[in-house]
């Protein structure tokens, strides 16, 4: 059972280049979301879905687009990349239900934008 | 706006010592309380999880103790060990259903010294 696998691992990118960060989950989940984590700030969610083709905005969701096709898969897409985005980033997923809530992440994806 | 707030940012405890980490938040209103580790370089890892009816929750030498009314968790580690080294993450979710969404403090760095 692999649960949350994030894709790739670590990116460099130039500033307005675009790119996609993959997540994927085998856990039949239906709510997945992205963080992003920077020193001093903790975690920030940035887009969540509930279900497929079902996305909502977390706090920081300018310059970032989601999609949800499939229940396994949540990829986040940078458009323009400004090293303000310089980040890592963690996709997460849970099982919907009254009684649950406990999170499961995936290794995160480390960013930097030149 | 909910706020999450650890303190101490870091601690160093020699092994064995039974230990607290602090978690406020500044809105009684939560759905759930969730504890987290995360290792160096890697995703986070659930420790335990507090729904808001509930007042403590215990795995092996671990218990989190929920106060709505005060706006506190605590994090307590029995006996503590070298392999307790970790950051630590306090989160909730906001409100009265389970969104999903979580609001993060900024993590307690623990280092146990053998």
């Known amino acids: 059972n692999a649960g949350v696998t994030q894709t790739p691992k670590f990116q460099v990118l130039k500033t307005g280049q675009s790119m996609t960060l993959q997540c994927a989950q085998d856990m039949n989940h239906e709510y997945m979301s992205w963080y992003r984590q920077d020193p001093g700030m903790g975690l920030r969610l940035i887009h969540y879905s509930v279900g497929a083709g079902i996305t909502d905005q977390g706090e920081v969701p300018n310059g970032y687009n989601v999609s949800r096709s499939t229940t396994e898969d949540f990829p986040l897409r940078l458009l323009s990349a400004a090293p303000s985005q310089t980040s890592v980033y963690f996709c997460?997923?849970?099982?919907?239900?009254?009684?649950?809530?406990?999170?499961?992440f995936g290794e995160g994806s480390r960013l930097t934008v030149l | 706006k909910q706020e999450v707030t650890q303190i101490p940012a870091a601690l160093s405890v020699p092994e064995g010592e039974n230990l607290v980490l602090n978690c406020s938040f500044t809105d009684s209103a939560i759905y759930n309380l969730q504890w987290f580790r995360q290792d160096p370089g890697k995703g986070l890892t659930s420790l335990l999880l507090?729904?808001?009816?509930?007042r403590e929750q215990t795995s092996g030498r671990l218990n989190a103790s929920l106060d709505k009314s005060s706006g506190r968790s605590t994090l307590y580690i029995a006996a503590s060990q070298p392999g307790d080294s970790a950051t630590y993450l306090c989160?909730?979710?906001?409100?009265?259903?389970?969104?999903?969404?979580?609001?993060f403090g900024q993590g307690t760095t623990l280092q146990v010294k053998p």
């Open positions: 989160a909730v979710v906001h409100g009265s259903s389970n969104t999903g969404k979580l609001i």
């Open positions: 507090i729904q808001s009816s509930q």
């Open positions: 997460a997923s849970r099982s919907r239900g009254t009684n649950t809530g406990e999170l499961f």
